[in-house]
């Protein structure tokens, strides 16, 4: 006899699905929360999953499938520690996005009007706001609409586990939840990677220790110890979603459509320093590996149009954090650069952008094309997102030992082996961290779910 059948550590993406897919699978589920609200990373995120083959890309004359988007996953990755669990997402992910639109209201709608890093063809399907907060309001009105109840503060601090190495179990202890245990069939871990642990970075990531961290700071990675601690394995420890461009300093991201559709980002010396297209997540080691000041720099068509899509930028312009300069002089003013020095990378840009020219850096793709003054300048920071690095798991999301998988153990999203390549930023492909959590999480609480049975 267990307390319940099925304990979700975490409250974020990863997390309410799971306790979303282990009620739909028939079981009693509660979500153990330690900060004083759900919504981790994921709240933090603009909320754009991939669907690969969903109903609402063949309305819009899409063509694509699962097929399509493991290639294009492992066209941008290359091949790491998790291929098969790329597959694996790849092949749920169009069902995972109706089942959560279809079955539990979440509204999450197909983005048109851009194509995202990584990805052929638009698959990606965020909120209406592209916030993830209200993913994670959407997600937790599901969550509480089928009775599961979500616990805040309340940290859980190790697993329960019986002497063959089942889990049965998690002890919570905080200094308001008290110490006490709770018993279950499964445990499915939720509490995402651990980029707001230095001492963990600098053992397994050491090339990333160097990046400021945006994001949420309950990301501490204890779940990842307590599974090795029973024989787990960690895969691809070094790979992380970076940004190469987070406003300065606002701490939001400068949209990279704005690059897409044609902006650069200029160092301290004024100059471009590499293929901005390698995406906002490839690019970040090479921001961080140049001098700054650093600023992404674009036009007012380029600023109007992605304003006029994306909430987040249109606030980040609101708040003044897009400076527009009538001139090169004007920009090279604000962006504290030598005049002559940003003249020449403006033309040697644009001349590349026209097609007279092949770009130094070997960039091909222009968006709108040169860009035309006014323009407008956004100072930026490169910065760490998340580790990509976690448990190896099965098609169950079970983290598996040399042996086998750990029986009642669950891991998912950033507690899980990343898909974004073996190493650096550079394989991580837009959604890939909301796909490893949501993904994930259908596939766990759907198996967690079932033991209940
Ligand atoms: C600014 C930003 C933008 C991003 N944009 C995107 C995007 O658009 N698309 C995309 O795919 N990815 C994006 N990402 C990455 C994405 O947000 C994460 O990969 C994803 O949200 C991870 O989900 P999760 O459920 O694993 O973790 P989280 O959403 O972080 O949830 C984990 C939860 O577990 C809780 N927790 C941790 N430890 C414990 C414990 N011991 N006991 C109890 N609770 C615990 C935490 O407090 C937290 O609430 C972005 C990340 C950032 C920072």
């Not at 995402?192 to 397994?204: H, K, Q, S, T, Y």
């Not at 590349?352 to 770009?359: F, I, Q, V, W, Y």
């Amino acid at each position: 006899m267990t307390d319940v059948d099925v304990i979700v550590v975490g409250a974020g993406g990863g997390g309410l699905t799971a306790a979303l897919a282990a009620h739909d699978a028939g079981a009693g589920v509660v979500v153990l929360e330690k900060a004083e609200h759900a919504g981790g990373n994921t709240a933090l995120s603009t909320g754009s999953v991939p669907g690969a083959g969903t109903r609402f890309q063949a309305a819009a004359g899409i063509d694509d499938s699962a097929s399509r988007l493991a290639t294009d996953l492992l066209a941008q990755s290359g091949s790491h520690d998790a291929d098969d669990l790329a597959r694996l997402l790849a092949t749920g992910s169009a069902a995972l996005v109706e089942w959560l639109i279809d079955t539990h209201g979440v509204d999450l709608r197909l983005i048109t009007d851009y194509k995202h890093v990584g990805h052929s063809v638009p698959r990606l399907h965020a909120p209406p706001s592209r916030k993830g907060r209200d993913l994670v309001a959407d997600l937790l009105r599901a969550v509480r609409a089928t009775d599961t109840e979500v616990l805040v503060h309340t940290p859980v601090a190790a697993l329960l586990h019986d002497d063959e190495g089942r889990v049965t179990g998690v002890r919570v202890s905080g200094p308001r939840s008290g110490t006490y245990d709770i018993t279950s069939h499964a445990v499915v871990l939720a509490g995402n990677g651990f980029a707001a642990n230095r001492d963990l970075l600098r053992e397994w990531a050491p090339a990333i220790a160097g990046f400021e961290y945006f994001g949420s700071h309950s990301s501490t990675g204890e779940s990842l110890q307590w599974a090795l601690d029973l024989g787990a394995r960690l895969g691809n420890p070094t790979a992380y979603q970076g940004y190469a461009a987070v406003a300065y300093p606002h701490g939001s991201i400068t949209s990279w459509t704005t690059v897409e559709m044609g902006g650069v980002l200029v160092n301290g010396a004024g100059q471009r320093f590499g293929d901005e297209s390698r995406g906002y997540s490839g690019y970040a080691d090479a921001v961080l590996g140049t001098p700054g000041p650093w600023h992404v720099v674009f036009d007012t068509t380029i600023r109007d149009y992605v304003a006029g899509h994306e909430q987040e930028f249109a606030e980040l312009v609101a708040l003044g954090g897009a400076r527009e300069c009538a001139t090169v002089a004007d920009l090279a003013t604000f962006c504290g650069v030598s005049r002559s020095a940003l003249t020449t990378t403006l033309a040697s840009a644009a001349s590349a952008a026209s097609g007279d020219t092949k770009d130094t850096w070997g960039r091909t793709d222009w968006g709108f094309g040169p860009l035309h003054p006014p323009y407008v300048a956004v100072r930026s920071v490169p910065g760490l997102f998340h580790t990509q690095g976690g448990l190896l798991v099965d098609a169950h999301a079970r983290p598996t030992t040399d042996t086998g998988p750990i029986p009642g153990l669950y891991a998912v999203g950033g507690v899980a082996t990343g898909i974004s390549g073996h190493t650096g930023g550079a394989g991580y492909s837009s959604g890939n961290g909301l796909l490893s959590a949501l993904g994930l999480g259908h596939l766990a609480g759907t198996h967690a779910g079932s033991l209940a049975r």
